[in-house]
């Protein structure tokens, strides 16, 4: 776009998550003037406190015939990697009807390829990005490495490695010995380790998001702190209601307010399935463990990270209402298994933290324009990857806005799938 600031195109991106962060920047790099509307704070919720991770290996879908056989395993475990809580079943169900749905084979061989068509494209866009706002201090490529305790666990898992081997992922196997050479202070119940080499994690999160936020404010972009209470297409635009009845009008809306999105979109006709997945984490001082990457604990559902600051102990999926208060029991469950796999992992400073992931029962984001207005745009839903995919969505909203080809068909993220 090579028009003078006055008459550039004018978005408004609601949600300073990093998926909101990502778009701001993307449509501020060509040329579009910018507002940001957040109701709490830069990466208030999900975007702070999650592991940091780029997994652009992540092509699985949650919503899978093997995860059902783990959900069912670790439901009846309260404190365990995946829980609902019981009392709020009357909300949450039918979303979880959905989630087995989605889990038929058929549905789950779109869901990967939609998966890895996105990451391909994610990877491409994060690293043009990070290229931009001049964030490349702030990205590690140290791997992953995924560990299973028996031989049996890994054979059970061994089908989702040969699909991401199908899919371009590079990884190497370690085991008996030669996994704890690769990995010392590792508990000797581990057996098998998976590392991932390309896997990369950001120094802290919420860090990350706080410098992509001050490069826009360099750039011109504004930040506007105030609740929306609702969205409507106008002539030439759309428009946002604030609670307190001011209306901002712009060329474009773009929708990305996390798991609060689904209740901006209904008046608009779109019922879009999108629940607060709460996840949990501990984080501790950086000298509690001496650890170069990420280790990814697949039988129990969580992942230590190294940060620059922190070592972060995390995971967890627990389904219940946005509103109810947050069980740190499952942190504390979390730290008790890291210590056990990790001995010396010192336990003694450590922060609990909970956060609500959107999440869509086929684990796809939506990314596409309203039912009422094409000037009112979606990019919300991404659960556990908002991180790992905000680049990408920021990229594909772009080229919507632009009525250029999107670089990813977009037909599986379609607002209307459901």
């Not at 008996?176 to 581990?190: I, M, T, V």
């Not at 380790?193 to 120094?203: D, E, I, R």
């Not at 069980?327 to 008790?336: F, G, K, L, P, W």
Request: hydrophobic share 45%.
């Amino acid at each position: 776009m090579n028009q003078s600031p006055a008459a550039s195109p004018h978005a408004i991106v609601i949600g300073a998550g990093i998926v909101g962060l990502a778009v701001a920047e993307k449509l501020q790099s060509q040329g579009m003037r910018v507002t940001l509307l957040e109701r709490e704070a830069v990466a208030a919720g999900a975007s702070r406190g999650n592991a940091g991770a780029f997994a652009f290996s992540d092509i699985l879908p949650l919503a899978s015939p093997g995860m059902i056989k783990k959900a069912f395993r670790w439901l009846i475990d309260p404190l365990g990697p995946f829980a609902v809580v019981a009392a709020d079943l009357p909300w949450t169900l039918p979303w979880l009807l959905r989630f087995l749905c989605a889990s038929r084979p058929s549905r789950v061989k779109r869901s990967i390829q939609a998966q890895s068509d996105l990451m391909q494209l994610a990877k491409q866009a994060m690293h043009d990005l990070v290229a931009r706002t001049g964030l490349a201090g702030m990205i590690r490529s140290d791997g992953a490495l995924h560990l299973y305790e028996s031989l049996a666990a890994y054979r059970a898992d061994q089908a989702n490695w040969t699909l991401r081997a199908a899919h371009g992922i590079a990884f190497e196997r370690y085991e008996g010995e030669a996994l704890h050479r690769f990995q010392p202070g590792l508990s000797r119940h581990f057996r098998v380790g998976l590392f991932v080499p390309a896997w990369q994690t950001v120094s802290n999160p919420a860090d990350f998001c706080q410098a992509i936020h001050y490069y826009l404010g360099n750039q011109g972009v504004e930040t506007r702190y105030a609740e929306v209470e609702g969205l409507s297409g106008v002539a030439g635009g759309a428009e946002v209601r604030l609670a307190s009845g001011e209306r901002l009008r712009a060329d474009y809306v773009v929708l990305a307010a996390g798991p609060w999105s689904a209740e901006l979109a209904a008046p608009l006709g779109d019922a879009i399935p999108l629940i607060g997945e709460r996840g949990y984490n501990t984080s501790f001082p950086r000298e509690a463990l001496e650890l170069r990457r990420m280790l990814i604990f697949c039988d129990h559902g969580f992942v230590v990270t190294p940060l620059d600051d922190a070592i972060r102990v995390g995971g967890a999926s627990e389904i219940a209402r946005l509103d109810r208060p947050p069980n740190y029991r499952r942190s504390t469950a979390m730290v008790r298994k890291a210590q056990q796999f990790l001995p010396g992992l010192k336990t003694d400073q450590g922060e609990p933290w909970m956060g609500s992931r959107p999440a869509i029962p086929d684990t796809l984001p939506v990314i596409g324009r309203s039912r009422v207005s094409e000037n009112i745009i979606y990019a919300f839903g991404h659960g556990h990857l908002g991180l790992t995919q905000s680049a990408a969505t920021g990229q594909l909203v772009s080229e919507l806005i632009n009525g250029l080809p999107t670089s990813v068909d977009l037909t599986p993220f379609r607002p209307d799938r459901f």
